[in-house]
T-cell receptor
Framework: GAGVSQTPSNKVTEKGKYVELRCDPI?????LYWYRQSLGQGPEFLIY????????DSGLPNDRFFAVRPEGSVSTLKIQRTERGDSAVYLC????????????FGPGTRLTVL | KNEVEQSPQNLTAQEGEFITINCSYS?????LHWLQQHPGGGIVSLFM?????KKHGRLIATINIQEKHSSLHITASHPRDSAVYIC???????????WGAGTKLIIKP
């Protein structure tokens, strides 16, 4: 595709539910990043994939958060037992080879936990 | 003290004015990014630079590695430039970007 896409664009869920957020990076980009942006704050790093493997998952806030990228392209961020504090815009970015390359951002998924 | 600081936090200007947004950082970096975020919109990467100066249209970004400082300039500003401009640095030590808090720019017609 022409750019990074994310689905859904909006997700409203109830506290305690499980959600999956999807990211389609730019074709051929091997590096993929997930960020979270709460209202009025800058993005917060969550996880960085190089190919299929998570090169750095130190930003995941706790074990309710998990991300996969099984074939080295599409990635899914999974949140279990959602809490109201998880409400944020979840941003995905990709870059051609590694973190030294420009990151291209998707439009984000706005998650609201009621 | 934040590792990346931007100034000003908010900036309102008239159409046509020359705009400068500053970014100072305290860590050793391999690259600095300037990004743009429109209200309700996604983030767009404007520049990634590690030295010198880059220009794209009416946007100019400069960086001084010795002084750990970067500036983003907008010439002949236009209301459509209204957005939040974010500075982010990639430290030498890891992959993560360290983000500034952003500068909210409003250009009035």
């Amino acid at each position: 595709g022409a750019g990074v896409s994310q689905t859904p664009s909006n997700k409203v869920t109830e506290k305690g539910k499980y959600v999956e957020l999807r990211c389609d990076p730019i074709s051929g980009h091997t590096a993929l990043y997930w960020y979270r942006q709460s209202l009025g704050q800058g993005p917060e790093f969550l996880i960085y994939f190089q190919g299929t493997g998570a090169a750095d998952d130190s930003g995941l806030p706790n074990d309710r958060f998990f991300a996969v990228r099984p074939e080295g392209s599409v990635s899914t961020l999974k949140i279990q037992r959602t809490e109201r504090g998880d409400s944020a815009v979840y941003l995905c970015a990709s870059s051609l080879r590694s973190a030294v390359d420009t990151q291209y951002f998707g439009p984000g998924t706005r998650l609201t936990v009621l | 003290k934040n590792e990346v600081e931007q100034s000003p936090q908010n900036l309102t200007a008239q159409e046509g004015e020359f705009i400068t947004i500053n970014c100072s950082y305290s860590v050793g970096i391999s690259a600095l990014h300037w990004l743009q975020q429109h209200p309700g919109g996604g983030i767009v990467s404007l520049f990634m630079l590690s030295s010198g100066k880059k220009k794209h249209g009416r946007l100019i970004a400069t960086i001084n590695i010795q002084e750990k400082h970067s500036s983003l300039h907008i010439t002949a500003s236009h209301p459509r430039d209204s957005a939040v401009y974010i500075c982010a640095v990639r430290p030498n030590s890891n992959y993560q970007l360290i983000w500034g808090a952003g500068t909210k720019l409003i250009i009035k017609p």
